[in-house]
């Protein structure tokens, strides 16, 4: 806990404005804690920010933007600035599911920026309150692409491989300092990020409906709270979280 055992643990969660990031958000809220929501989207925050209720704060945030992201713990409420539990979400594949050359170097890199450097910045921001309390959870949504590649994925496998390697250090750097870092890795999940990626719904649906079995955002999310759960002496370092065939 924060500040005292009957203080609810504060948690944020980058990418909270849909798919498993909002999932991710309704179950800690469930389970008491009280979240910071961080996205760009403003409407979609807002919509949550009424169903949650006043344990849930809304964070207008895009985690390309440095100065913004370096600001994050000054811009946050008194109520909301111990954040305990970092779960960064944030992410895309827009443009992907093509060979490496059918897309642009910006596209790719794009990608890289959102997924890789956007984890880096929040967690650089959050890290400094983290030490100087000697406790923090930081959770990093990664994927089964972290560890096998897939074609026509180029740039995603890219982001992820490097948000794996960047799970593994981080837990050699903080260990025995009161910080345990969890890397989810899940398979393949229905949300809306097939839409995003393709940028056609009905694509979108198809490409779903062609697998054998998905995991649903829910899924993934209850695989967060059990990495938190745990005794503080117990860190799940990787959890890969596949459908069943």
């Known amino acids: 806990m924060s500040k005292s055992e009957s203080s609810p643990p504060i948690a944020m969660v980058s990418g909270s404005s849909g ?7 309704r179950q800690l809220i469930d389970q008491a804690y009280r979240v910071v929501g961080a996205a760009r989207s403003e409407d979609r ?23 913004s992201v370096a600001g994050v713990p000054q ?25 490496f050359d059918e897309g642009s170097a910006e596209q790719w890199t794009d990608i890289i920026e959102t997924n890789v450097q956007g984890t880096i910045r929040l967690t650089r921001a959050l890290i400094d ?7 923090g959870h930081i959770v990093n949504m990664g994927s089964i692409t972290g560890i096998k590649p897939y074609a026509t994925m180029a740039a ?7 948000v794996h390697g960047f799970s593994e250090t981080l837990r050699l750097d903080y ?12 398979g393949l999940v229905r949300t809306g990020f097939a839409q995003q ?17 998905c995991l649903l955002p ?28």
């Open 175 to 186: 260990a025995g300092r009161g910080i345990r870092v969890t890397e989810i890795m899940p």
């Open 129 to 135: 309150g983290m030490l100087a309390r000697g406790s």
């Open 19 to 25: 798919g498993i990031g909002e999932a991710i958000c």
């Open 197 to 213: 990626r393709l940028g056609d719904a009905q694509q979108a649906q198809e490409f779903y409906d062609s697998a054998e079995q």
């Open 218 to 245: 829910e899924d993934v999310a209850r695989t967060v709270l059990y990495a938190l759960r745990q005794p503080k002496h117990v860190e799940i370092a990787q959890l890969v979280v596949l459908p069943v065939r």
């Open 45 to 67: 925050l807002q919509r949550l920010a009424a169903e949650l209720g006043d344990g849930f704060y809304p964070l207008l945030l895009d985690v390309t933007d440095s100065a």
């Open 75 to 99: 811009a946050l409420p008194q109520g909301f600035r111990d954040v305990e539990v970092l779960v960064n979400n944030a992410g895309h594949d827009i443009g992907g599911r093509r060979l």
């Open 156 to 162: 995603y496998v890219s982001s992820k491989y490097a």
